[in-house]
């Protein structure tokens, strides 16, 4: 189940960006579950990752190789790799290592992501099987065919395009994303891959995807869990006719709001894909005293419980979510000055429910698929959105059963 029509779109070529699927029987037989990208040699690479304790082999190794010019990604659906202790590291480095002599490469060059089972030994020689068939369909039409090869619990796969104009000359960005669970992104999203064909220098492109990401994917919750093999890669192959970008230029500015865009875009598909979801709610905090403090609000009415599974319900208990704002740690609160909405109707007015709140304005709302919970604090002039979903049966269910 998903909130709204998400179609994938049509996603331009993107010179020197090349990607490769196959089905090696990882965890399922049904569908690919294998992808490679492969870069042009002029190309830069901009990453982050899971700051869970516990992060997969592939997130070790992957942040090892960062500073190597990387030139391929290998990514595995099915098999996290994820305390799997050192024989999960040797198995991402032979993966890596299995990659590289195929195409004639540095394995140090190679970036590995894994998702699905925690726990569980990779299994590195269906991998080995599977990657010539992976290289041999390298392409750089196969965007589609990417976003399925990532999926675990997904519904649907996710893809997201921008085309901009730098100095007359066009720039493509093309992302995908997976994750429908364990979402409680801390610096990446579950798994996220963004390509384009901009020229730009590897600090700039790692500055813009570290503020892309803390705006987009660090935004967005299901269930408040944080992945152990969270991570999000920007890389730009440097194809593009258009001149380098440099810090601090208009050209810049446009590319940076364009990445944004996109990985704004595809974290909201990752919630509107929360396992079980039916409804989409923008969780809005202004007023605050700053940023981190709408956040915090935020996040608390998000990963409260009770108040997904009202929504589920479709039910306006509505003090559920003045209980939250409540106990979000905010110091020295002035609760007369505090409002709560649903939509435009407002629920909490000077201190309690709102003297013209009506039961039947409420329950309008909650009957909707899409909305909007504000809060406005009264202590300054800061707003950030959280996006979440609700809790329903089938989340219990797909999490239950998730091993089998």
Request: hydrophobic share 45%.
């Amino acid at each position: 189940m998903a909130v709204g029509q998400n179609t994938f779109p049509v996603m331009p070529l993107i010179r020197g960006v090349a990607l490769g699927t196959t089905n090696a029987g990882i965890k399922q037989t049904v569908r690919d579950d294998l992808l490679v990208f492969q870069f042009s040699e002029s190309a830069t690479c901009a990453a982050v990752f899971t700051q869970n304790a516990f992060c997969a082999a592939p997130v070790h190794i992957a942040r090892t190789n960062l500073a190597h010019a990387p030139r391929w990604l290998l990514i595995n659906s099915g098999n996290a790799n994820a305390g799997t202790g050192e024989q999960g590291m040797n198995d991402a480095r032979q993966t890596c290592q299995d990659l590289a002599q195929l195409v004639g490469g540095n394995a140090q060059q190679v970036l590995p992501f894994s998702t699905g089972v925690i726990g569980q030994p990779l299994p590195v020689e269906k991998i080995a099987i599977g990657l010539p068939k992976a290289i041999a369909n390298l392409a750089e039409n196969q965007w589609e065919q990417a976003a399925q090869a990532i999926m675990t619990t997904d519904t649907f796969p996710k893809g997201v395009s921008k085309v901009i104009i730098l100095d007359g000359e066009t720039v493509t960005i093309n992302g995908i994303s997976k994750g429908a669970g364990m979402i409680q992104p801390n610096m990446a999203t579950m798994l996220g891959f963004i390509a384009t064909d901009a020229k730009i220098s590897q600090p700039l492109l790692q500055h813009c995807l570290a503020n892309a990401v803390e705006l987009s994917f660090n935004r967005i919750t299901v269930d408040g869990d944080t992945s152990t093999n969270d991570a999000c890669v920007l890389v730009a192959s440097g194809c593009s006719l258009a001149p380098e970008i440099m810090a601090d230029s208009e050209q810049y500015q446009i590319f940076a709001a364009a990445v944004l865009a996109v990985n704004k875009e595809l974290a909201e598909l990752i919630v509107r894909d929360g396992e079980g979801a039916t409804k989409l709610m923008r969780i809005v905090v202004s007023e605050a005293a700053d940023d981190a403090e709408a956040v915090q609000v935020a996040k608390t009415i998000a990963h409260s419980p009770l108040v997904k599974t009202a929504f589920f319900a479709s039910d306006p208990n509505w003090g559920r979510i003045l209980a939250a704002v409540g106990r979000a740690g905010v110091k020295e609160m002035e609760l007369e000055k505090i409002r709560i909405y649903l939509d435009d109707v407002c629920i909490v007015r000077d201190g309690g429910r709102a003297a013209d709140y009506t039961e039947e304005a409420g329950q309008a709302v909650m009957n909707q698929a899409e909305i909007v919970i504000g809060v406005k604090l009264g202590r300054g002039d800061a707003i950030q959105t959280v996006l979440t979903c609700d809790f329903s049966y089938d989340y219990v269910k797909i999490n239950a059963e998730y091993r089998t």
